[in-house]
């Protein structure tokens, strides 16, 4: 049977005009409706077809037509063995020119070629047996587009009956789910290229669930943390019970109640790699971030952190040493002062021992020349271990800073302190150029313990200048921090041994030794300092001279 199309708008047929209007004849079949596919449907010759012309359809055919093309949801219809076809105008877009207005009144297999094979069978139980399907995001390739494109559809097909129950013809009512199912595609395939980031990230990681914060997701760095312990699925105080007693279940309630983000800086935490094994010290850069859902609602916290533990360590080696490098100096000091009073006194016993008569005065200075030596080879002792072993040396200002700023890379990072250096200075200077470090380190440290809480500006510079007093030629040293500055009373006392603003974490002798040895090397070492709601800070200059004339 050859199927055409008729021409629409001054080709349809008068009849179809009347019937539109508002005086209809009672009992003439006719298709309802307003649209494109409704104007194409009474336009349609389906007497060219095996339905027949409207005037002769089957009461369920006419009905199950009209509710089609009255409907705003996509529907497609097969009618009768040859499955001719009908569908409306929310379906019209799926099929786009490729196959409309082709499809309308054409047979299903000659319509669809490209997809019989996956809907053949799915009709045939439907006509045959009567038996209703139901498809999510199904991928049926349709010709579209003058291709073959993957196209997806969530779609059920039922059987249409007759007034006696006969099978007529398959109902489909679907939704292409195209864009839906390739937005999932891409959202997945980020959502698993985010885990996988994750799970590389040098950073622990891990995601709190819910009030009594469950372990939903942990990366390898968390679980290293922890050790070899059952983590996923387990609740924070069943899986790390140790942690409550040390406040950390009290921070993550705040947090997951106000919503306000925690951040810890080497925070000192005592976690068991098992239960087998004691609890160990740990220190920790950390953020308890609250997770909220679309809603705003807050579903969970996400920790995210870096073990600190050995720059925290090495820091700590690092202050020790320089308590011991100043207690050392004290003694170097002491030892100096007190060798001359020393040789006086054992000078007076040995002419004591000379006029001594009585042995029992003998004796008693017998005793003290010895326990005299003894005291002398102790400051000898200790003169000679903290006296320099090498000359002074030529070295230029950036050569001395890049050999001390490294050192405090970590410390920097984690105090999130910015460093701008400006280096003008091409002299070298003359000098001990360990002891010059290890003010430079002094400044630079105390720098940092300034902005610690809130961050700032670290600025290095060097030039050449001018000890106006002296008239002395030399290299200047600027240390200078964004922090809170110092109070005038601080500033007057800020070189004096054992003063320190830094209670049980300093012993005061830092700035005071630096003072010693740019004194020894005929330097000058400053302090300015402001304290202010807009601007405040603290400035160091240190000069030295060029030359190596008097240092000691």
């Keep these: 049977m050859t199927i055409y199309h008729a021409q629409m708008s001054d080709q349809i047929h008068p009849a179809h005009r009347e019937e539109s209007g508002p005086q209809r004849n009672e009992g003439r079949k006719e298709v309802c409706g307003t649209g494109e596919m409704a104007d194409l449907t009474r336009a349609f ?10 005037a002769e359809w089957p009461e369920s055919l006419l009905v199950t037509v009209n509710t089609l093309l009255a409907s705003r949801h996509p529907m497609f219809l097969w009618w009768g063995d040859e499955l001719i076809q009908f569908y409306n105008d929310a379906y019209r877009p799926s099929i786009r020119e490729d196959k409309h207005p082709l499809a309308l009144g054409q047979r299903g297999k000659q319509c669809w070629p490209e997809i019989w094979p996956i809907i053949g069978p799915q009709i045939d139980a439907v006509m045959a047996l009567g038996e209703a399907s139901w498809h999510e995001n199904q991928l049926v390739p349709i010709h579209r587009h003058g291709k073959l494109e993957d196209v997806y559809w969530t779609y059920g097909y039922s059987p249409v009956r007759d007034s006696s129950g006969v099978i007529c013809g398959a109902l489909v009512v679907c939704t292409e789910t195209t864009a839906t199912v390739l937005a999932n595609r891409q959202l997945q395939h980020e959502r698993e290229r985010l885990a996988e980031l994750f799970q590389q990230a040098p950073a622990f990681f891990a995601v709190l669930q819910g009030p009594e914060f469950v372990f939903e997701m942990i990366n390898p760095p968390y679980q290293e943390l922890l050790g070899p312990r059952s983590l996923l699925g387990k609740a924070l105080r069943e899986a790390v019970p140790e942690v409550e007693a ?134 000898n002792q200790t003169l000679r271990f903290h006296r320099q072993s090498t000359k002074p040396i030529p070295i230029t200002s950036e050569e001395l800073v890049d050999a001390t700023l490294p050192l405090y890379r970590g410390r920097l990072v984690n105090a999130q302190v910015s460093v701008e ?72 006392r800020i070189f004096e041994p054992f003063f320190t603003t830094k209670e049980s974490k300093g012993i005061g002798l830092g700035l005071w030794i630096s003072h010693e040895i740019v004194d020894r090397h005929r330097g000058v070492l400053k302090v300015k300092s402001r304290q202010s709601a807009n601007s405040s800070g603290t400035v160091f200059s240190l000069f030295l001279p060029c030359d190596d004339k008097g240092i000691s």
Aim: with cysteine; net charge positive.
């Design 45 to 54: 010759d389906w007497s060219a077809t095996p339905v027949g012309p409207i």
């Design 246 to 379: 040390q406040g950390f279940l009290a921070l993550l309630d705040n947090v997951y109640r106000t919503g306000e983000p925690f951040v810890g800086r080497s925070t000192p935490v005592q976690l068991a790699r098992s239960a087998s094994h004691p609890l160990e010290l740990r220190y920790l850069d950390f953020v308890y971030q609250p997770r909220r859902d679309a809603d705003g609602t807050i579903s969970g916290i996400i920790v995210l952190g870096v073990d600190v533990t050995e720059s925290k360590r090495a820091e700590q080696l690092l202050l020790r040493s320089e308590k011991l490098n100043a207690v050392g100096r004290l003694a170097s000091s002491i030892a100096h002062e007190i060798n001359n009073p020393l040789e006086a006194v054992t000078n007076l016993i040995f002419l004591a021992q000379h006029v001594a008569v009585s042995p029992e005065a003998k004796n008693y200075l017998a005793a003290a020349e010895v326990e005299l030596r003894r005291v002398s080879a102790i400051a």
């Design 421 to 492: 250096r400006r280096n003008r200075a091409r002299r070298p200077v003359t000098c001990f150029d360990g002891e010059i470090r290890q003010v430079l380190s002094n400044l630079i440290s105390n720098a940092i313990d300034e902005m610690h809480v809130k961050g700032g500006r670290l600025l290095i510079r060097t030039r050449e200048g001018t000890e106006w007093k002296t008239n002395r030629k030399g290299i200047v040293f600027t240390v200078a921090d964004t922090g809170s500055g110092m109070s005038s009373y601080t500033k007057s």
